[in-house]
């Protein structure tokens, strides 16, 4: 999510949240505060996809009008935990795309772990790994500028590997 300065009135400066899209359905970065829970309804996002699973964002979100899905991904993250929880998370994606919704996939600072599962489901619908790093990068700078980088292009490689061995009739449309 990118922020920009704006001016409510002359001399007051104020935030304002930008969602990254990486694909017209598919937005992500950090857990949303009060003034991107407006801007998810603005945008039309249907989906939260909390990488916390915390129970009072769900509340928040069923407050907005929102679905939400959470599934709990440790910070740091190992590569079996990634390599878990993407067949997951890539399903929820797929699922709210097909139905034309929009999905909000995030972690707590938007840089790591987010930008990783939304890389996963790019390659999950036919990205290939270095095509899918580039796009969520473009739509999201900030995505890799902190953690193990080197671990994030191992479990990107073990994913490739593993949609490789999958029969083709199990792959999203």
């Given amino acids: 999510m990118g922020y920009t300065k704006g ?7 104020v935030l ?26 603005r945008e039309k996002v249907s989906l939260v996809i909390d990488l916390n ?6 509340r928040m979100a069923v407050h907005f009008g929102l679905g939400y899905n959470g599934l709990k991904v440790p910070d740091p993250t190992g590569v079996e935990e990634f390599l878990a929880g993407f067949p997951s998370v890539g399903g929820w994606i797929n699922a709210e795309r097909v139905s034309g919704g929009r999905v909000y996939l995030h972690c707590t600072a938007g840089v790591y772990r987010s930008p990783t599962f939304a890389m996963a489901y790019l390659m999950a619908i036919g990205e290939p ?30 994913w490739e590997e593993k949609l490789r061995l999958r029969p083709e009739t199990s792959r999203p449309v």
């Avoid at 001016?7 to 400066?13: D, W």
């Avoid at 359905?25 to 309804?41: I, Q």
């Avoid at 699973?53 to 769900?58: A, M, P, R, S, Y």
């Fill in 16 to 41: 304002l949240a930008v969602l990254s899209w990486v694909r017209p359905y598919l937005a992500v970065g950090p857990r949303p505060d009060n003034a991107v829970w407006d801007l998810l309804v």
């Fill in 53 to 58: 699973d915390d129970v009072n964002e769900g």
């Fill in 129 to 158: 790994r270095d095509r899918a790093i580039q796009i969520v990068k473009a739509a999201h700078p900030l995505s890799w500028s902190s953690g193990d980088e080197g671990t994030l292009h191992r479990v990107l490689r073990l």
């Fill in 7 to 13: 001016s409510a009135t002359i001399g007051e400066e």
